[in-house]
């Protein structure tokens, strides 16, 4: 009988048959859930010998819930997460433009799971446009709820657009074009604080370099130059002794072992990625900035298909598959499973499982190397034996 994750003191109390809940997700996401679901269990069972598993507990969202009970994200599903605590997912629908807000973001907010977590890193053998693609290994940290993520927003033409439109040229004398749609991009010094401290309690605990602050301070000054500021401020009064700002660190003394505070506008970063990866370990990032750098440094290692993500606050987390649906390629044991089995690699270490989370990146790396891939990877592997996503699955255990 499995039992619940707990959280205490700011960690996590995880028993040997934790209850874990899932959603398969839409379009490809049966397909990668269970060749992801095949490898923890396999995995989990080789490693611990035995002595643990997950009792997986299968919750609704997207189509499939819709589809049941008429509620694309139903109050079971919340409150289940809620009891057991983490929870991981395939991907699920989102119309553009109109119909039901993301669901990916109701989740976040809901659950206050204010950090998405993306480690960006090569695997030996995928196809990359890169010359050296081995020189990324960054884990970007995004703030999850607010910026222009929050979704106050209104469209063109609307009385609420014209109300605010009238209410800031008539009372701070703000230029804005008539019938323009309106936007709101709230960003706290509490929100940013606690990211930016997040990200550098991880690299503290992974024994990485540096943490990046990453902004467009120079022209939204009090947004996004308020994260920069409040970053550094975090840094210094909570993580004093054990971080030092880039400016102190090159000064000839060096950073004397602690993790270095640096801070990059939005556009260089890009450009730094690309021309100089290998200087930079964690970066931090407002909610915006840090899905564009989140999926512009996994195109540098070989696209979404191999990009694990999870939305973790204080107690809980969801770990997801970062890329699409793919619905055109639903129910064909086609598509690549990475994403979401590199997220469950995550979901583990997060939860203290290291040996189990080394073991599925061992057996994946594997996989890639012997060259039995999916269509996507196989594709563009010369000699590479495309395989389904199932057998793609057991190569990864067998490499193990």
Known sequence: MGERIEYRDGRWVVPNHPIIPFIEGDG????????ARRVFDA?????SRGT???DWLEVLAGEKAFKQVGNWLPDATLDAIRTHRVAIKGPLTTPVGGGIRSLNV???QVLDLYACIRPVRYFEGVPSPMREPQKLDVVIFRENIEDVYSGIEYRAGSSEADAVIGFLTERFGAKIRPGSAIGIKPMSKFGSQRLVA???????RAGRRSVTLVH??????????????WGYEIARERFGEKTIPEADAGTGKGDGGRVVMKDRITDAMFAQLVLRPDEYSVIAAPNLNGDLLSDAAAAQVGGLGLAPGG??????????ATHGTAPKYAGQDKVNPGSVILSGAMMFEELGWNDVATAITRGLGGAIRARRVTY???RLLPGATEVSTSAFAECIIEHV
């Open 28 to 35: 490809t996401g049966p397909d990668i859930w269970r060749a």
């Open 43 to 47: 995995v989990v069972e080789q490693v």
């Open 52 to 54: 643990r598993r997950i």
């Open 106 to 108: 109701t989740l976040r």
């Open 198 to 204: 997040k990200a550098i309690e991880y690299a503290l």
């Open 216 to 229: 467009k301070g120079n022209i939204m000054k009090f947004t996004e130059g308020g994260f920069r500021e």
């Open 311 to 320: 939305n973790v606050g204080d107690g809980y987390a969801v770990f997801e």
């Open 376 to 378: 996507d990877l196989a």
